[in-house]
């Protein structure tokens, strides 16, 4: 961990996104939340939308991340953690570019975070897999296409 920012330790590794709250961790949360709503605090909606992002559910993840959203854009104070958990939000929905736009912004800020450093890999890495298989799906379908073509003209003969 880096010494450069005293709130870094309070940030999660990109791989503790991966694992998920019990439902009975995430239900806790989201009582807190519907008890307070409308008048919602903001840690305990900070805290929810944590857990839903954390999920291993899309529908949970993109609630998540619209409330993480919200406090990003009313919240200049808490905007800078928010970054991170929407990168962390975004990669875990595979919208890879919006991940890449908060990662970007917090690294702009914290040059040596380390958990954003991670984070960014982890995106680079799943864009790099993703882009080869998307490259050997179009290079299989061209192929596929190219013997049809043969097929074609040879029968057309």
């Not at 940030?11 to 519907?34: C, F, G, I, K, N």
């Not at 914290?110 to 954003?116: G, I, V, Y």
């Amino acid at each position: 961990m880096s010494s450069n920012s005293s709130s870094e330790k309070y940030l999660p590794y990109a791989a503790d996104a991966e694992v998920s709250l019990t439902a009975e961790e995430l239900l806790v949360l989201q009582r807190q939340y519907e008890r307070e709503f409308p008048r919602v605090r903001i840690q305990t909606k900070f805290n929810y939308a944590w857990g839903l992002i954390k999920s291993s559910t899309k529908r949970e993840q993109q609630l998540g991340v619209r409330l993480m959203q919200e406090i990003y854009q009313e919240h200049a104070e808490r905007q800078r953690e928010c970054m991170y958990y929407l990168a962390i939000g975004h990669y875990k929905l595979g919208e890879y570019a919006s991940a890449r736009v908060f990662v970007e912004q917090l690294l702009a800020l914290e040059p040596e975070n380390a958990q954003a450093k991670c984070l960014r890999k982890l995106i680079d890495d799943r864009v790099s897999h993703e882009g080869l298989i998307g490259l050997a799906l179009s290079g299989g379908a061209l192929a596929l296409v190219g013997i049809a073509a043969a097929a074609f003209f040879r029968r057309s003969k």
